[in-house]
């Protein structure tokens, strides 16, 4: 049995920084995860004034519950959707001018819904450019809080902005949600926020966050349940077994939910209390699957649908378009250059069965999921190359690495 240990979680390590940084007191983050991303977010609090002291394994930060103490700031977002919208929430608390910029990858992510929300709460915000986009300029001087409708339709990270929001404005939050997608990540929120001695409550659609801000604390990062897909359906798809520890029974990330998929289409799945097996036998089924709350996942289920014995139809995912490329295009493009017969939709994509060839190198768009996924379909196609195969140091830089030294045992 090979056992793989996945670095820590991008969202929960995105999601720590902010509520340490928050928090009244110091806060230690143990195993986060060391990547372009969550370099980038704590690179961002540094410029802002927070002090975020970095060792391998745990990373140790004084909270600020007043916002930031630099009152002018020029923050560089790197790639990182969730840097690029959680920090300019979390300087709004604060008092201060603060500007925001990105990658022209990240600029072109939306960012509207979030703003125009932040907006209605009074925060004074400009985008310099082009409207609903990176960069942006914001005068702050604090949050008084109340009501806001938000449209999450696109990313849940507009909903998750807000929450983390919540507690650091004079009067609360109370949020009604529109649209919703990938849900499972708010779970992931709201737990978190707890953690930290939020009080936060959801009635359906609506979320009603009190004052009062967070209490620093030692938190534990889990093992990152999307790159542990790519282990496991690199287990499904050679008939292999894999196991990641840690990340079981309990986890807080919806991603996880990918196994349920992999048993689906024939492969035997175990999630215990202190881990997640997977082990393929041989067959691999198609299937209709709605993978809404589990996005980020698509790619890697797409990655290996030639390989099952009949078409896989993945629905509902038109969020997938508004990543950090269109990724639903990105897997069919790349799957047709393989000899695979491949349909779309705004919202679908379903994959035939097939015999893929390498003949070109899968062409990336800079987007690490895309080069991962990939990597587990080279397992069964000899010659598959990456045109920029280090996008991949977005969230694990080593995953070549890894990936290898599985493939190897």
Not at 11 to 22: D, H, K, N, V, Y
Not at 155 to 164: E, I, P, R
Request: glycine share 10%; aromatic share 6%; with cysteine.
């Amino acid at each position: 049995m090979a056992v793989v240990d996945i670095p820590g979680s991008k969202s929960i390590t995105a999601r720590a920084l902010f509520l340490a940084a928050a928090a009244d007191g110091v806060t230690t983050l143990t195993r986060p995860l060391r990547s372009d991303d969550t370099e980038g977010f704590a690179e961002g609090l540094t410029r802002l004034g927070y002090r975020v002291g970095r060792t391998p394994d745990t990373w140790h930060v004084d909270g600020r519950p007043q916002g930031p103490a630099a009152t002018e700031a020029d923050v560089y977002c790197r790639d990182g959707a969730t840097t690029a919208r959680f920090l300019p929430t979390l300087a709004a608390a604060g008092h201060g001018t603060y500007r925001f910029d990105a990658s022209p990858q990240m600029r072109r992510r939306p960012l509207a819904p979030l703003t125009n929300a932040l907006r209605d709460l009074g925060v004074d915000l400009r985008h310099e450019e082009a409207e609903g986009h990176h960069p942006l300029r914001i005068a702050a001087a604090g949050v008084e809080g109340g009501d806001v409708v938000l449209d999450a339709g696109q990313s849940s990270q507009y909903l998750t902005a807000l929450l983390l929001l919540g507690p650091l404005t004079r009067k609360g939050l109370r949020i009604r949600v529109t649209e919703l997608v990938s849900a499972p990540y708010v779970e992931i929120t709201l737990a978190m926020m707890r953690a930290f001695g939020a009080d936060v409550r959801r009635d359906g659609d609506v979320f009603e966050i009190a004052p009062g801000g967070y209490r620093a604390t030692t938190y534990a990062v889990e093992p990152d349940a999307s790159t542990a897909s790519y282990f496991f359906a690199a287990a499904a798809v050679t008939g292999r077994e894999v196991t990641v520890p840690g990340l079981g029974e309990g986890a807080l990330q919806g991603d996880l939910g990918f196994v349920d998929v992999l048993r689906r289409m024939g492969a035997r799945v175990r999630v215990g209390s202190d881990g997640t097996t997977v082990t393929g036998t041989g067959d691999l089924r198609g299937l209709t699957v709605n993978m809404r709350d589990i996005s980020d996942t698509m790619p890697t289920l797409a990655a290996i649908a030639p390989f099952a014995s009949g078409p896989v139809r993945i629905e509902d995912v038109a969020n997938t378009r508004v990543k950090e490329c269109d990724r639903l295009e990105a897997c069919a493009e790349n799957l047709r250059r393989l000899g695979i017969r491949v349909e779309t939709g705004q919202d679908w994509i379903e994959i035939h069965p097939g015999t893929p060839v390498a003949t070109a190198p899968v062409t990336t768009y800079g987007d690490h999921r895309v080069v991962m996924s990939f990597a587990v379909t080279g397992l069964r196609v000899p010659g598959v190359s990456f045109d920029d195969p280090g996008c991949v140091r977005k969230t694990f830089p080593g995953f070549h690495e890894a990936f290898a030294a599985w493939a190897e045992v």
